[in-house]
């Protein structure tokens, strides 16, 4: 099972980006698909995630409004549309996916079995 992530890049406030997460390995079509992000020094935070077929979405207070989740179950890929980006948004983003995580365990870290290898996204002010 693999998660690769893409998509990242250098962008101004302001700005959009669209990343991917292309999975392979298995179907994911069952899975809850997430993303993630970590600042320099900083925890690793919940951003978005799209529950089983991509019926429900859950977003973090900070990106709510801005950013949206979506995903193409033909392709097995996930993407976080992302527009609006202010500096603060600048961290290096991860996908993630679980086939078992239950909703109230979706926004903590160490509860997504797979991940993929992170994507750098420099919001310049």
């Known amino acids: 099972v693999q998660l690769q992530a893409s998509g990242g890049g250098l962008v101004q406030a302001g700005g959009s980006l669209r990343l991917s997460c292309a999975a392979s390995?298995?179907?994911?079509?069952?899975?809850?698909m997430s993303w993630f992000r970590q600042a320099p020094e900083k925890e690793r935070e919940f951003v978005a995630a799209?529950?089983?077929?991509?019926?429900?979405?859950n977003y973090a207070d900070s990106v709510k409004g801005r950013f949206t989740i979506s995903r193409d179950k033909a392709k097995s890929t996930v993407y976080l549309q992302m527009n609006s980006l202010k500096p603060e948004d600048t961290a290096v983003y991860y996908c993630?996916?679980?086939?078992?995580?239950?909703?109230?365990?979706?926004?903590?870290?160490?509860?997504?079995?797979?991940w993929g290898q992170g994507t750098l996204v420099t919001v310049s002010s």
């Open positions: 993630a996916a679980d086939f078992n995580i239950i909703q109230s365990s979706i926004r903590t870290p160490r509860m997504h079995d797979y």
């Open positions: 390995g298995r179907s994911f079509s069952n899975a809850v």
């Open positions: 799209s529950r089983r077929n991509g019926a429900n979405t």
